[in-house]
């Protein structure tokens, strides 16, 4: 299990313990746990609907150039961009703590 936090659109923080023998990212997590995330590719890193500002210092694996495609592509992009469909629910990501982009509109 490792604890993930995720702060809403409004601000508020979301704080869960994950199992990790599971197989799930973060998207799969807030959208199990009804935050404002679509996933609109399901997962394949084909939209940037899940996109996320990791706020701790975790060193997560590189992004994928299928991920920098599209973040190339979302709105409100900053250095600490992420696909939250391409961050795995793994040991490694203890005390992750992210903030839902904003979507345009």
């Not at 023998?21 to 997590?29: G, V």
């Not at 609109?40 to 890193?45: D, K, L, Q, R």
């Not at 084909?46 to 706020?55: D, F, I, K, R, T």
Request: glycine share 6%; aromatic share 4%; net charge negative.
């Amino acid at each position: 299990m490792v604890n993930i936090s995720v702060y809403d659109r409004d601000g508020a923080l979301h704080s869960w313990e994950v199992p990790t023998d599971m197989d799930l990212n973060l998207m799969e997590l807030c959208k199990a746990n009804e935050l404002p995330v679509e996933g609109t590719c399901g997962g394949m890193a084909l939209c940037a609907s899940c996109h996320v500002y990791v706020e701790s210092s975790h060193d997560l694996p590189p992004a994928s150039e299928d991920e920098e495609n599209m973040l190339d592509e979302a709105f409100f992009v900053k250095s600490n961009s992420r696909l939250g469909c391409q961050i795995k629910i793994t040991d490694k990501i203890e005390g992750l703590v992210a903030r839902l982009a904003p979507v345009s509109g």
